[in-house]
């Protein structure tokens, strides 16, 4: 008898062990699966546009160069990279990924006012984007091993949705780096 059970909690012990790391490969070719599939892309760049509390955003790196300041127009160069949790299904785990955004020469335009002020308020001078040509940017996919995936709905989208897309994320970026409003 005591062999018996000893034999049935090896048994217990090893099922419960992924030896060939089995379960993590599988894991890892589902996820990818899903985020190279188009729909899943169409609906990530929806809910990115008009439901933005499904996606969680962990910026990894951002930069914004070129000569804005107190210029009305010009380029600006963008580089943003950011790790993005997408929970799609409340009743799945949220699906992992990365996204790149990168610009060279992407066209801007602004404008400015000034007050001049008097004895009780002091003056102000403000710049703010009118126009920043969105399409300009780049836009790369990656799994969250880093392996590049091809970002189709987003390649096939009308330019209007793509721009919306981009500016969502790359709006409080620029504005926080500029210290100009994007209207």
């Known amino acids: 008898m005591k062999n018996k059970s000893i034999v049935k909690m090896i048994n217990e012990e090893i099922s419960k062990f992924d030896f060939l790391s089995n ?45 804005w300041e107190n210029r009305e127009s010009g380029a600006l160069n963008v580089e943003y990279n950011v790790d993005v949790i997408y929970s799609h299904d409340e009743q799945k785990e949220p699906s992992n990924f990365s996204l790149a955004f990168d610009g060279n020469n992407v066209g801007f335009s602004a404008k400015s006012s000034y007050s001049p002020g008097d004895a009780l308020t002091p003056e102000v001078h403000q710049m703010w984007f009118d126009y920043i040509n969105w399409v300009d940017v780049r836009v790369y996919l990656y799994s969250s091993d880093g392996d590049t995936i091809k970002f189709t709905a987003l390649e096939k989208s009308p330019s209007k949705i793509r721009s919306l897309f981009i500016r969502k994320y790359l709006e409080p970026i620029i504005e926080n780096k500029t210290d100009q409003l994007v209207k």
């Open 23 to 67: 379960d993590a490969y599988n894991e890892q070719v589902e996820t990818t699966s899903l985020i190279e599939n188009e729909d899943f892309q169409k609906q990530f760049i929806i809910d990115s546009i008009t439901k933005p509390e499904k996606i969680k955003q962990n910026a990894r790196d951002a930069r914004i160069g070129g000569d």
